[in-house]
């Protein structure tokens, strides 16, 4: 069964620094889907970015890059010169072929907080 | 482009009422999502529409969870009788396709607080 793994439940970082939020993920299918969402105070899951099994290049989406390491099983988000609007829960997800119908399975998400 | 919309945002009851959530997806989308998160957790799915047929609902309480989604377009999630564990946040979602490449768009929510 596919299985997401993020390992800090917390993270601090001042604003303008870089920030690496961790996920490791488990599964037997070649071919699964990863991305990160950003869900704020408000309640709402924020899509952030999105990496391919297959995609050779890590995907980047402005100030967000996803750190993909196939061999390691790991896809780690990098915030770059990081916010204070980017205190929010940020979750990992994963989405393939054999999790019943391409659902999402979330992992149980890392608490980010920006200080100025 | 409108979003996908939940209501109503907040819904306070007590345990063994019944209680119904719920969503518009964006337009055009024809798969829909039910997720329960739990606080403390990432959401789980409960049930996946793909138009008005259900192509996944393997962790859905059908003892007292149903949903339905008429016409392919709205939905609406019910919950009788309601228990304490079932305190949390459901959010609805949808995307263009079922695809794993297809984003899913989230709604803002339906805080539950079961007394």
């Known amino acids: 069964a596919q299985k997401i793994t993020q390992t800090q439940p917390g993270m601090f970082v001042q604003e303008k620094e870089a920030v690496t939020l961790d996920c490791t993920y488990d599964t037997s299918d070649p071919s699964y889907g990863l991305f990160w969402y950003k869900q704020p105070s408000s309640g709402e899951m924020i899509f952030l970015i999105y990496q391919g099994s297959y995609d050779q290049q890590n995907a980047t989406e402005g100030r967000y890059s996803l750190n993909f390491q196939k061999a390691r099983k790991s896809a780690n988000l990098v915030i770059s010169a990081s916010q204070l609007g980017d205190s929010a829960m940020y979750f990992c997800?994963?989405?393939?072929?054999?999790?019943?119908?391409?659902?999402?399975?979330f992992g149980t998400g890392t608490r980010l907080l920006v200080s100025p | 482009e409108a979003g996908v919309a939940q209501s109503p945002r907040y819904k306070i009851i007590e345990k063994r009422q019944s209680v119904a959530f719920w969503c518009n997806p964006i337009s055009g989308h024809a798969t829909l999502y039910w997720y329960q998160q739990i606080l403390g957790q990432g959401p789980k799915l409960l049930i996946q529409f793909q138009n008005n047929g259900v192509v996944d609902d393997s962790q859905l309480p059908k003892d007292r969870f149903s949903a339905e989604r008429l016409k392919g377009v709205d939905s609406t999630l019910k919950i009788q009788p309601a228990k304490l564990e079932d305190s949390a946040v459901y959010l609805c979602a949808s995307s263009e396709g079922q695809t794993f490449y297809n984003e899913q768009f989230f709604g803002p929510g339906t805080r539950l607080t079961v007394l």
């Open positions: 997800a994963m989405r393939g072929p054999n999790t019943g119908f391409q659902k999402l399975v």
